[in-house]
Structures are given as C-alpha cells and as structure tokens.
C-alpha cells in the first residue's frame, strides 16, 4: 500500500512538473506553478526556510522521500529503470558506496555557489538538469504534437489549437542537455539510481540526514532466507543481504524491496536498537564484475555520443516579392540584459539554477540560454524574434529560485533594464535614402523621437534620437528595426535595475 501511494504522488508530481516546462501558453503556472517552488535547491536559493525546513523534517522521518517523490530527474530515472526491467528483471547487486565521488561532487558543487560559477552548479543540480531536458528534449516534440493537431483543426475550421514555432534557442545547451539525457538515462536503464547516489549535490545532502530517520526498511534476519529479491530490485544497490545491511544514505525510499520480499522480512519502521547496531562494512572491495559494468556503461555512452547528429532545418523567410530576408544577429552588448524583477545582473546570475523554466514560458521568445561560459546556461534577453513586452510578467510569476522577484505590471512599465543605443551606419534613412521611424513608432514609452539629420535643413533625412532617461530596454525598438543583419538601434543591458 505504502509503495503504490509513493507511486501515485511520484507520478503526479512528475507530471505536474513536467507541463510547466511543455505548456507554451502559460496558462498552467497558475494552479501548477508551486510545484516548481518547492524543488530542494531553488528553494535553498530562494531562502525560503519553510519548504526547505519542511524537507529536512520529512527526511529526518520518512528517508529520501524527496528522491522518489518529488524530484523530477528522480522519478525520470524509475521511469527509465522500468523500462529496462521489462528487459531483465531482477538485475540490480549491490555495490559499495562511491563515498570519494559523491563528496567530491557535493564540495565542488558548494565551491561553484559561494563563487558564483553558476553554469557549474547548474549542471549539478537536479532540477535543473531536468529542466533542461524537458525544454530543449520534450518540449519540440510536444510542441510538433500540438502544431500537427493545428493543422487538422485548421482543416475542420476549429481554432481549438493554434500553431507555434519551434526553434533552436542555444546549440550548447542543447549538446548538455542531450547528453545529460543520454548519460543519466543509460545509467538508469543499467543500474538504477546511480546518478542520484554518485554525482547529485541534493542526494548527497539529504543522505547524510536519512542516516538518521525514524523509519526506515528493516531486515527481520529471523524471516531472511538470503534469497537476494530485495537486493536484485534495489535499484539505489545500496541492500548487502550477506550481512543483512541497508546503506540508509543511499537509500530512497522507493519500497520495491518490501513489495518482492515474499516471506515478509523487510519492512518500513522505526528499527530497534538491536537492528540499528549492525556491523560496519568493508567497502574497500570492488569486484570484478562491477569494473567491466562501469567500462561498459563507459563505453556504451561514448559510442551513443559519437554516433548522436543534430539536424537543423532553416526555414526560408521572404518578403512580399520573394526577396530573401536575412535574419538578425544579435549584437555585442557589453553588458547582458536580464529580466525585469531581477534588480542587477550579479544578483541574477548568483541566484539562478538555469532550470529554463522563464525560457519555456516567454511567449515573446526574448529568452534563450546564455553561451557565455562564465554563465553558460543561464537566460539573458535578446530581440531578434521578439520584445520584452510591458504587459507581461510571465517570467517573474514562474521563477522558483527568486533570481526573478515577483513584479506587477506597472512596476515593469517603471524599471530600466537597459537603454537604446542608435548605431548611425546602419540606419537605414541615412543608408538607403528612405523614410523610416519604426524604432519612434513602436516605442512604449515615447523614449525615440525622429528629428532631421542637419538641424539647419528640414529636407533631411529623419533619425530618432533616444531619451535614455525614458527608455526601459524592453526591445522593441531593436526588433522591429528594418535594418539587417544588425539593427540600427540595439539595447545595452544595466549592471543594476532602476526605477525610472
């Protein structure tokens, strides 16, 4: 019973947070959006004492229920686990615990926060790592699911669905998150959750905590027939069942071992203090079995990566008279350009998991990850395919790590993200010879205004002139600029937000 309700709220929450990333419409983060919010380490960021002292308490009681309930790279690998067992049942041994690695793993991950790498600590954490296959991986495909119906419906003249654009919004965290997928996955195809009890900073953590947990599966070693069920459908291999011993660290709570134990010898309780003092084990012996599984498993994903191509198909774009247009580049702004909300690009980049959560929720397409190594992964706002728009705060009500705070509408209106510069050799009155003044035109907040280009001659050429004190950087000057490949107005991002 236990492990079928573990089962049902795994699934839930699995599902929950796997549609903040698919929905394009935004319109699901209004009753799902706390899912995201009560992850472990945005949380953490978010300083939010309550839901991280409640996780703690959990762990304290329950174990590791985190791992096996709420976490969705989590309940990603057990869903890949059951698939490989429908391959092979009863496949799983133990192995001693990888104590140098997953230390190692957790201090490089609390050196990368208190200096600030964050692409490092976004590539270790958990969330994260699933948030960013969900929105460069599931996203398409969901997204080539619902452009399909579009189609039909068209056809039915039904506008039950609408079509969307699906496109390419960073190669580099694409490629990480490919083979984040196919690493985490074909770890959990073979072995279950090795990832969560080698590499991932959360595990780590609240493993030391479910040392120490009221209730934990015990073995009656009186009702113990050594047959190795229990250890053979452990999929955290953390169940010796020749010394009748439970690694609780690694333990996850999954409860599959009750469920095989056919003469009822594991069961979830509070040990007594005879079980509780069982011997310490040897875990300096690594058979030789267990170093051809790691070579293997090395060499499986090396092969499944080099054999891995992306195809990208480009789309051509014409104008009315079948001119090509050439896309927009994007600019070298000396200093990126961040989300309203989130008061200075330090502050951002500190607080940030890169869970791409505000990249899959703009509806503007504004957001992409950033290919910067030093905040590689990480959003930053460009205009090539769309502009910040006044009215919109989506990005703010999702984050769940407080990188972006919680703003209203008439805040946004009023903070200073950047300022337009006008770049004359691109202009295109002063390069083509004709009227223009779509910056001046578009402008939300009448920050451009088209005056002549010799003062003394009113026959001149018109280009705008910027009033950066009304200007918020909300792009839309640059995007609608006719000019190619690069605008002739561009915004430079502020090192700190201010109200205007």
């Given at each position: 019973?236990?492990?079928?309700i573990?089962l049902?709220l795994?699934v839930l929450?699995?599902a929950?947070?796997?549609?903040l990333f698919?929905?394009?419409?935004g319109?699901?983060h209004?009753?799902?959006?706390?899912?995201?919010?009560?992850q472990?380490?945005?949380?953490?960021?978010?300083?939010?004492?309550?839901?991280?002292?409640f996780?703690?308490?959990v762990t304290l009681?329950?174990?590791?229920?985190?791992?096996?309930?709420?976490?969705?790279l989590?309940v990603m690998?057990?869903?890949?686990?059951?698939m490989?067992?429908?391959?092979?049942?009863?496949?799983y041994?133990?192995s001693p615990?990888?104590?140098?690695?997953r230390?190692?793993?957790l201090a490089v991950f609390?050196?990368?926060m208190?200096?600030?790498?964050?692409?490092?600590v976004a590539l270790?954490a958990?969330y994260s790592?699933y948030?960013r296959?969900?929105?460069?991986?599931?996203t398409?495909?969901?997204?080539?699911?619902?452009?399909?119906?579009?189609?039909?419906?068209?056809?039915a003249?039904?506008?039950?669905?609408?079509e969307?654009?699906v496109?390419?919004k960073?190669?580099p965290?694409f490629?990480i998150?490919?083979l984040?997928?196919?690493i985490?996955?074909?770890l959990?195809?073979?072995n279950?959750r090795?990832?969560?009890n080698?590499?991932?900073?959360?595990g780590t953590?609240l493993?030391?905590?479910?040392r120490?947990?009221w209730?934990?599966?015990?073995?009656d070693?009186d009702?113990?027939?050594?047959c190795?069920?229990?250890?053979?459908?452990?999929?955290?291999?953390?169940i010796?069942?020749a010394?009748?011993?439970?690694?609780y660290s690694?333990?996850?709570?999954?409860?599959?071992c009750?469920?095989k134990?056919?003469k009822?010898?594991?069961?979830?309780?509070?040990?007594?203090?005879?079980?509780?003092?069982?011997?310490i084990i040897n875990?300096?012996?690594?058979?030789?079995?267990?170093i051809?599984?790691?070579r293997?498993?090395?060499?499986t994903?090396?092969?499944?990566i080099?054999t891995t191509?992306?195809?990208k198909a480009?789309?051509?774009?014409?104008?009315?008279?079948?001119?090509?247009?050439?896309?927009k580049k994007i600019?070298?702004?000396?200093t990126?350009?961040v989300?309203?909300?989130a008061?200075?690009?330090?502050?951002f980049?500190?607080?940030?998991?890169?869970?791409?959560?505000c990249?899959?929720t703009?509806p503007?397409?504004?957001?992409?990850?950033?290919t910067?190594?030093?905040k590689l992964?990480?959003p930053?706002m460009?205009?090539?395919?769309?502009?910040?728009r006044?009215e919109?705060?989506?990005?703010?009500?999702v984050c769940?790590?407080?990188?972006?705070h919680?703003i209203?509408?008439a805040?946004?209106?009023?903070t200073?993200?950047g300022?337009?510069?006008?770049?004359k050799?691109?202009?295109?009155?002063?390069?083509d010879?004709v009227e223009c003044?779509?910056?001046?035109?578009?402008?939300?907040?009448?920050a451009?205004?088209m005056?002549h280009?010799i003062?003394?001659?009113?026959e001149?050429?018109?280009?705008p002139?910027i009033n950066?004190?009304?200007?918020?950087?909300?792009?839309?000057?640059e995007?609608?600029c006719p000019a190619?490949?690069f605008?002739?107005?561009y915004v430079?991002?502020?090192e700190?937000h201010?109200?205007?």
């Amino acid at each position: 019973m236990l492990r079928k309700i573990r089962l049902t709220l795994a699934v839930l929450c699995f599902a929950t947070v796997t549609l903040l990333f698919l929905d394009f419409t935004g319109t699901l983060h209004t009753w799902l959006g706390w899912t995201a919010k009560i992850q472990f380490l945005p949380a953490l960021l978010a300083l939010n004492v309550g839901i991280v002292g409640f996780f703690v308490l959990v762990t304290l009681v329950f174990g590791r229920v985190y791992c096996s309930v709420i976490c969705p790279l989590g309940v990603m690998q057990d869903i890949i686990a059951w698939m490989g067992k429908k391959q092979k049942k009863n496949r799983y041994c133990y192995s001693p615990a990888k104590s140098w690695l997953r230390y190692g793993a957790l201090a490089v991950f609390v050196v990368a926060m208190i200096a600030g790498i964050g692409s490092l600590v976004a590539l270790l954490a958990p969330y994260s790592s699933y948030g960013r296959i969900a929105s460069n991986l599931f996203t398409p495909l969901y997204v080539w699911g619902n452009n399909l119906l579009a189609y039909f419906a068209e056809r039915a003249d039904s506008y039950a669905f609408y079509e969307t654009e699906v496109w390419l919004k960073s190669l580099p965290t694409f490629l990480i998150a490919l083979l984040s997928f196919i690493i985490i996955g074909v770890l959990a195809w073979r072995n279950g959750r090795t990832y969560c009890n080698t590499v991932c900073p959360v595990g780590t953590v609240l493993g030391l905590l479910a040392r120490f947990s009221w209730l934990k599966p015990v073995i009656d070693t009186d009702k113990c027939v050594n047959c190795k069920l229990c250890t053979r459908n452990c999929k955290a291999a953390c169940i010796d069942i020749a010394k009748h011993r439970i690694d609780y660290s690694r333990c996850v709570t999954c409860l599959d071992c009750i469920s095989k134990c056919h003469k009822g010898a594991i069961s979830y309780k509070h040990p007594t203090k005879k079980e509780a003092t069982q011997p310490i084990i040897n875990t300096s012996k690594i058979s030789t079995d267990q170093i051809n599984d790691t070579r293997r498993s090395f060499l499986t994903v090396a092969t499944t990566i080099a054999t891995t191509g992306i195809l990208k198909a480009q789309e051509k774009k014409v104008d009315g008279g079948l001119a090509v247009i050439e896309d927009k580049k994007i600019p070298n702004r000396s200093t990126p350009i961040v989300p309203p909300g989130a008061l200075s690009t330090r502050s951002f980049f500190q607080h940030c998991t890169a869970c791409q959560l505000c990249v899959s929720t703009c509806p503007n397409g504004v957001l992409r990850p950033s290919t910067d190594l030093t905040k590689l992964m990480q959003p930053e706002m460009s205009y090539e395919r769309g502009y910040c728009r006044p009215e919109c705060t989506k990005c703010s009500e999702v984050c769940p790590a407080g990188a972006i705070h919680l703003i209203s509408v008439a805040e946004k209106s009023a903070t200073q993200i950047g300022h337009a510069v006008w770049v004359k050799e691109n202009c295109v009155p002063l390069t083509d010879g004709v009227e223009c003044g779509n910056c001046a035109r578009h402008c939300p907040t009448g920050a451009i205004q088209m005056i002549h280009s010799i003062a003394a001659n009113p026959e001149s050429a018109k280009i705008p002139a910027i009033n950066v004190e009304r200007c918020i950087g909300c792009g839309a000057c640059e995007n609608l600029c006719p000019a190619r490949p690069f605008s002739a107005i561009y915004v430079e991002g502020n090192e700190i937000h201010r109200m205007i």
